[in-house]
DNA sequence: GCCGTTTTCGGCCCGACTGTTTTCAGTCG
């Protein structure tokens, strides 16, 4: 998969010629990119069936440009542009409040083309003397490079949803906000986001906005209005907060949800239909007068849409098939009912068996699996048989406590580096569920070791299948067209891992898994109560934005209907 | 550079906030 690395090339190609002054490339070359980072399919491989015009906004020009990198390793074009100028210039622009414009008048008029000269002459002073540029502007841009410098990397969404949380609570509080919500690439479940979206509706803003912008987790003020207000919170996320109108809270919703090719291409539909669609509403574009706009269901509607669920919302076919009302309907949280792979005090978790239990019965569930690590993993202090058999008495004394609730005997076993399991098959066979999983071994390529699991007729769930994790490595090398047919005809069950950092299966592979018929499950991986409690709203965002139902997914299934499913 | 039930040429989403400016350009989302 060379996706990424080519939208890469382009996003870079747009930020230069932006900076020449050259019109509407830069806005081609970054839909393309975005394309190219949310395709499902290895452009390699459409390069080769001669596909590529399939992909939104990759026309003649871009294909030919892709054929040329993935044939010669190069793109012309792309060199050409970045030996046109100073190689660190379009970092610039990464600065916020810098962008092209001021990015080529100061290397222009002061020679700067690095960080390092633009914070040594905002410090000097150098930058307000110059025409249209003061001293406030010097100071954004001093506040700027600091942004930049400390992290202007994307945030998971596990560790930011619970600070949007926070915020909506504190906001809760004040008599003056009416409707309150998040929006976004929050809203969208994306794994990662670049700031917090949250959208109220109120006749009053002022006092909304002064304890806003007071509340103590916030550093830095970026912007203070009537319907929109920018800050960075302490923890090193921005945060908008804007205020809308009753009758405009729907488009608003839609507007700030996104994502935004899904908006550009709704504008293109409205604009056909004679309409104007903007945050404030659904508007006739000749007489201006109010269509829709109090709900996102009446925009979608008047455009002729079903209502897209927000984690749809990537202009990946969704309008289409919105267009002919026949979205899938997706899996929802309230569909779980049960989870089938968690840590207790025995291995590496946090919380003992009787505290995971209680806490999976206040969620409501009607079933989940202890699965604790196996023997090979010491460093998590992984279960040998004497301990695990321990392990089974102590679940079979909670499970008399609690019998609403039914408890699996499991284990996340390893997969060994031949492929094989790190229990006997005279312990796999008594256990109720075995989570197979590879925790070592994984700078290699793992499919033949993936599908010889498969092959174990004790395997239930392959676990987090690719290895990623977030920040801290690449999925191993892995066939996966391979280990989904291997699964589906093995009757296997592959894993969503609701892990923020893991989320892998990714929503990419969720929608490839889908379409190949491969059964799923949403699992926590949970090492602790609190986790076993927020872990799985990740796990279905992720399933959500690969377009699963419920019937994809095996934990929807009541009790019954699960063991029989288990049992085979 | 892309794209087409207005168009194969001429459009390309749209509005808020800021700063520096007496009316608007630049940036952001």
């Not at 779980?336 to 590496?348: A, E, F, R």
């Not at 690449?474 to 067209?481: E, I, K, M, N, R």
Request: aromatic share 6%; glycine share 8%.
């Amino acid at each position: 998969m060379r996706n990424v690395e080519i939208a890469k090339l382009f996003y870079e190609m747009a930020d230069i010629l932006e900076m020449k002054g050259v019109d509407w490339k830069p806005a081609a070359y970054r839909r393309a990119a975005r394309s190219l980072e949310a395709l499902s399919e290895d452009v390699e491989i459409l390069a080769k069936e001669n596909r590529l015009h399939d992909i939104p906004g990759i026309g003649e020009g871009l294909a030919a440009k892709i054929n040329e990198y993935i044939k010669t390793g190069k793109m012309k074009e792309h060199d050409e542009l970045l030996r046109s100028i100073p190689k660190d210039i379009v970092l610039l622009m990464q600065i916020p409040g810098m962008g092209p414009k001021k990015a080529k008048f100061l290397f222009q008029k002061l020679g700067i083309h690095s960080v390092g000269q633009l914070q040594k002459a905002a410090e000097q002073h150098k930058l307000a003397k110059l025409a249209g540029f003061g001293t406030k502007t010097e100071e954004n841009i001093l506040r700027g490079i600091r942004i930049f410098k400390t992290g202007h990397e994307r945030m998971l969404l596990g560790r930011a949803y619970p600070l949007a949380m926070y915020i909506v609570k504190e906001l809760q509080k004040k008599k003056e906000v009416g409707k309150i919500s998040i929006a976004g690439s929050m809203r969208r479940m994306s794994q990662t986001v670049g700031d917090i979206d949250i959208l109220i509706t109120s006749q009053k803003p002022e006092p909304i906005m002064d304890t806003f912008t007071t509340l103590p987790e916030v550093q830095t003020v970026l912007a203070k209005g009537h319907t929109k207000s920018t800050v960075i919170l302490t923890a090193g996320i921005q945060a908008d907060v804007r205020v809308i109108s009753e009758k405009s809270f729907g488009a608003a919703m839609q507007y700030f949800t996104g994502g935004k090719d899904h908006n550009i291409s709704l504008r293109n539909i409205a604009i056909k239909k004679g309409y104007k669609l903007s945050e404030y509403g659904l508007f006739n574009k000749k007489t201006d007068v109010f269509v829709a706009g109090k709900t996102e269901e009446e925009v979608y509607n008047k455009l002729g849409l079903q209502y897209v669920e927000p984690e749809m919302r990537e202009n990946k076919g969704e309008i289409e098939l919105a267009a002919k009302g026949k979205l899938p309907k997706l899996v929802r949280q309230d569909d779980i009912k049960g989870d089938l792979h968690m840590h207790t005090t025995y291995s590496d978790g946090e919380n003992s068996v009787r505290e995971m239990v209680s806490t999976a019965v206040r969620l409501g569930y009607e079933y989940i699996a202890i699965t604790d690590h196996s023997a090979t993993q010491r460093i998590a202090r992984g279960l040998e048989e004497e301990r695990l058999r321990k392990l089974w008495k102590e679940i079979d004394k909670v499970q008399d406590e609690f019998p609403a609730i039914r408890i699996f005997k499991g284990s996340e076993v390893d997969i060994k580096a031949d492929g094989s399991m790190d229990y006997s098959e005279n312990i796999l066979k008594e256990l109720d569920i075995v989570v197979g999983s590879i925790h070592f071994g994984l700078k290699r390529d793992n499919t033949e070791r993936t599908l010889r699991a498969l092959t174990n007729k004790y395997v239930t769930i392959i676990g987090h299948p690719t290895g990623k994790r977030y920040g801290i490595r690449d999925p191993y090398t892995l066939d996966l067209s391979r280990i989904y047919c291997a699964a589906r005809d093995a009757g296997k069950v592959l894993e969503i891992d609701g892990q923020p950092e893991r989320t892998d299966l990714s929503d990419v592979n969720v929608h490839e898994a889908v379409k190949a018929g491969v059964h799923l499950v949403i699992d926590t991986d949970a090492h602790s109560v609190e986790q076993l409690r927020n872990y799985m709203r990740y796990g279905v965002g992720t399933a959500r934005r690969g377009w699963a139902t419920a019937a994809d997914i095996i934990n929807t299934l009541p009790l019954k209907k699960f063991e029989k499913v288990i049992r085979r």
